[in-house]
C-alpha cells in the first residue's frame, strides 16, 4: 500500500463521515377501530407512511389498486405495512374487506 493510496482512503472516509444521512420522515396511520387514522395525510416526497394494525384481533389490508398492488395483502394486530411515496399527486386507498361495509379508506396527498 503507497502513500498515496492510504492518504486518498483515509480522504474518503472522512467525507463519508461528513455527509450526514438523510433522515427519512415517517407518518404513522393507525388502523383501529376499521378505521385509518388520519385517513387522509398530505406528506412530502420521499416520505415512508407506516400503517400499523392495532386492533385486538382484526387484520385489515392497504390497497392502492392504481399503484398496482395485489389483493389480499392482510396484516393483522401487531403487524404494520409500509410505503415510501416519491412521486407528488393524491394516491387513494381502502381495505378490501371493509370499505364499502365500515368505509374504511384512505387517501395520501403527496406535494413538493
Ligand atoms: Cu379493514
Redo the contacts with the bound molecule.
Keep these: 500500500m503507497n502513500e498515496r493510496f492510504l492518504i486518498s482512503t483515509l480522504f474518503l472516509g472522512l467525507v463519508a463521515l461528513a455527509v450526514p444521512a438523510v433522515a427519512q420522515e415517517t407518518v404513522v396511520i393507525a ?1 383501529e377501530k ?1 378505521a385509518f387514522s388520519p385517513a387522509e395525510i398530505t406528506i412530502r416526497p420521499g416520505t415512508l407512511v407506516r400503517w400499523e394494525n392495532r386492533e385486538k384481533r ?4 392497504v390497497f392502492f389498486e392504481q399503484l398496482g398492488d395485489k389483493p389480499g395483502d392482510y396484516f393483522f394486530p401487531g403487524e404494520s405495512r409500509e410505503r415510501v411515496f416519491n412521486v407528488p399527486g393524491s394516491f387513494p386507498y381502502i ?1 378490501e ?2 370499505w364499502q361495509s ?1 368505509g ?1 379508506k384512505g387517501v395520501v396527498h403527496v406535494k413538493e
Design positions: 388502523v376499521y382484526q387484520y385489515h389490508s381495505c374487506p371493509h365500515h374504511m
